[in-house]
């Protein structure tokens, strides 16, 4: 994993982005993490025993899910910021300070926001194979990627712009085909992926509600044939 996400990205970055645009209603960054976040809270109930992988600053918890949930992330400045904000929402732990192996059989969801893009295939198979052997039988995986068609290559463009510049770190560019193909190869076999963030996320720079509102009326009317991320589910 690049040095990048361990000691150069400010602590809480993502979650800032998202704090201050839900604070005033907008915001093209805000709206982008925010959507992504309340697709994946519809897949964490309120009884689940959770684990979110690589869980930056917690956002995910901190703001939107109500499970028994825990975090964990490579770099201990996002953690620290986590605990900080978030301790009294879940337990934060760096992924080399938690031991996994007494953890079998314990989630009933791990969720996965934005990390595959930055795993070769070997490491994604070998983090998926260990998710399920975390996994309750009937437990699932839900993460999300991006969707690497053309569109995306021009959002990649504005994000490198208005944002950090992640195109060097991208190491695994999905589209939905090629995402299932690796897939079938891990333990997992019951697999769903669709596609959501459409063409309404752009009205985030002025009403982040509306884009939400926008953004699920395109998905109804098309049946989530466009997106620039994808959304995968995966059933134990």
């Not at 964490?44 to 979110?52: E, F, K, R, S």
């Not at 969720?111 to 996994?135: A, C, H, P, S, W």
């Not at 190491?171 to 995402?179: E, G, P, S």
């Not at 752009?202 to 926008?214: K, L, P, W």
Request: aromatic share 14%; charged share 25%; hydrophobic share 40%.
């Amino acid at each position: 994993m690049s040095d990048f996400w361990i000691n150069e990205l400010e602590p809480g970055y993502y979650d800032k982005i998202i704090s201050s645009g839900l604070k005033v209603n907008k915001g093209l960054r805000a709206s982008w993490h925010n959507y992504t976040n309340l697709i994946v809270k519809e897949e964490v109930m309120i009884n689940d025993v959770h684990l979110d992988y690589a869980c930056g600053p917690g956002t995910l918890i901190g703001q939107y899910t109500k499970a028994e949930s825990i975090g964990v992330d490579i770099s201990e400045a996002q953690i620290i910021y986590a605990l900080k904000n978030y301790g009294e929402n879940g337990e934060f732990f760096t992924t080399k300070s938690k031991d996994f192996r007494v953890h079998e059989r314990k989630y009933n969801i791990i969720t996965v926001i934005g990390l595959f893009e930055f795993l070769d295939d070997d490491e994604i198979i070998k983090l998926l194979n260990k998710f399920y052997r975390l996994l309750l039988p009937d437990g699932k995986v839900v993460l999300t990627t991006p969707n690497f068609l053309s569109t995306m290559h021009i959002m990649s463009k504005i994000q490198n712009i208005i944002g950090n510049d992640y195109g060097g770190l991208h190491i695994n560019k999905f589209n939905k085909r090629k995402l299932v193909k690796l897939m079938e190869t891990s333990e997992f076999h019951n697999i769903e992926i669709r596609k959501y963030m459409n063409a309404g996320v752009f009205f985030g720079i002025f009403n982040i509600r509306f884009s939400n509102t926008v953004q699920k009326f395109i998905e109804k009317v098309f049946s989530n044939f466009f997106g620039f991320m994808l959304f995968a589910k995966l059933t134990k």
